[in-house]
């Protein structure tokens, strides 16, 4: 499973839950409710696809199975994880929603493990990582010798090397067993084992080769490696092998725009959009296509366009959250390029969009003030970006601290923004963009440059993240021009 995908949705948890396999559906361990037998044979063809990580694939069984049974809640919330977690197929209502629903389901329509098993998968969807492993504890106390059960209460991925200790215990008991090295892999790359990650992703592929997924987390360690033809063929490998898997375009071009080239990897992304499986898939792809540009810079005209098409896109989709979002990004290339007035109406036309404005509008109209150097608005932006973090965990705490530092220093007070910087996630790409811009604001130019070095190395690109993009390009604009004793 590829790190960038747990970006998908508005709840980026980076835990991972597998899925049940077949085999935990034919056994008298879980005997599933249904009697549906269109029902049956969906979910089964379901679980194998998620077996693997296909979530896309599955979450199109599991539509199925409801469509046969609607009351089959199991297969509802299994649904929301394979295309709402994994394939972003899904809004947060509709995940909210068929969570609720489908929890409902198997407690009024299922079986005592049904219910447990589906409220696990619920909690895990909504990031309560600790009460999912809970209650996959209590599972695999009812389903013992069922390897799959007994590897949900791992997660994926952190920083414990609790974690691995158990996960290196649990594959030496279960060696041909390929999904848990996915975790491992992960959890060692987080942990700074490069070749163990490296290991153990390439172990993961050589037990599963006939699935994308393990093709496609090898080749995005081998990019951040920075071993970028390895990682390309294995990108390659992950978009040839079935079920159809448009991630692994997006990985194509994430290797091609580290590298500065950037009109091949808008045509490994137009790749994805034809292949992607939901129309929210290809707004997926689209913001990668803006990030592009974002990245490249000197691209203004080229920018707004591709964002004009996101905006239009969403609001086709009926997503005006989105649409929003598109709009108030324009705002800061507007803003940044020295046109005011369209960076005015910018952020006028988001708040419009959407009678419920998302958080990054007060971001991106707190940045494109800080741009044009109108310090009350940005201010106020920014307080009302903090009053919707209050009651909203999805805001980043990174972006508001990156977003409130940049302003202390533009304003001349760079130690401020320093401060404010060095309490946040010092490993985040954009906080570290803003620590060098402060200390090179404070005449420290050798301390800037080892900043900027560290995100010149890392090769964890996402072109989804608009503010990361933006800061990895200020970065190379201004490593390029710093000069040290």
């Known amino acids: 499973m590829r790190m960038r995908l747990t970006c998908v949705i508005a709840v980026c948890a980076l835990v991972f839950l597998p899925a049940l396999s077949a085999k935990s559906q034919s056994d008298t361990a879980l005997k599933l409710s249904t009697t549906v037998p269109q029902a049956i044979a969906e979910f089964k063809a379901g679980v194998s696809d998620l077996e693997s990580l296909s979530g896309e694939a599955g979450g199109s069984h599991f539509e199925a199975a409801i469509k046969a049974d609607p009351n089959f809640g199991l297969a509802r919330v299994l649904y929301v994880y394979g295309a709402g977690l994994l394939g972003g197929a899904l809004t947060q209502a509709q995940i909210d929603a068929d969570l609720n629903r489908g929890v409902a389901d198997a407690a009024a329509h299922g079986n005592v493990k049904e219910l447990l098993v589906a409220a696990a998968y619920r909690e895990q969807i909504r990031g309560n990582a600790q009460a999912a492993r809970a209650i996959a504890r209590a599972v695999s106390q009812l389903l013992p010798g069922d390897r799959l059960i007994a590897s949900n209460a791992f997660g994926f991925p952190t920083l414990s090397s609790e974690q691995v200790t158990g996960l290196r215990d649990f594959i030496a008991r279960n060696p041909s067993y390929a999904l848990p090295y996915n975790t491992l892999a992960y959890s060692l790359w987080i942990q700074g084992d490069k070749a ?47 079920p159809r898997f448009p991630e692994g375009y997006a990985g194509l071009a994430e290797v091609e725009a580290l590298q500065g080239h ?3 990897a808008r045509a490994y992304l137009n790749e994805a959009i034809a292949n992607a499986w939901s129309p929210a898939q290809k707004i997926w792809y689209m913001r990668q296509i803006a990030g592009t540009y974002a990245l490249q810079g000197n691209s203004e005209q080229a920018l707004t366009n591709e964002l004009d098409a996101l905006a239009t896109e969403a609001g086709a989709q009926q997503n005006p959250e989105r649409a929003a979002i598109s709009i108030a990004q324009k705002a800061t290339v507007y803003a940044n390029a020295g046109n005011t007035a369209a960076a005015h109406q910018a952020i006028a036309a988001a708040k419009a969009a959407s009678s419920d404005v998302p958080w990054q509008v007060s971001y991106y109209a707190t940045m494109a003030h800080a741009l044009m150097k109108h310090w009350a608005p940005a201010n106020q932006e920014l307080a009302a970006l903090k009053t919707k973090a209050a009651t909203d965990p999805a805001v980043p705490k990174t972006l508001i601290a990156a977003a409130e530092a940049n302003l202390a220093t533009q304003q001349g007070r760079p130690a401020d923004g320093l401060k404010i910087l060095m309490a946040a996630d010092t490993t985040d790409i954009v906080i570290m963009n803003r620590i060098a811009e402060a200390h090179a604001a404070l005449g420290h130019p050798a301390v800037a440059k080892a900043w900027y070095d ?32």
């Open 454 to 485: 560290k995100i010149n190395s890392n090769y964890a690109l996402n072109l989804a993240d608009f503010p990361a993009a933006n800061a990895r390009r200020r970065t190379r604009i201004a490593s390029s021009n710093i000069h040290t004793p």
């Open 262 to 264: 950037y009109d091949q």
């Open 196 to 242: 163990g990650a490296l290991t153990a992703a390439r172990r993961q592929v050589e037990l599963n080769p006939n699935a994308p997924i393990p093709h496609d987390s090898y080749a995005e360690i081998l990019q951040w490696s920075g071993k970028f033809p390895e990682a390309s063929a294995e990108y390659r490998r992950a978009t040839m092998t079935p």
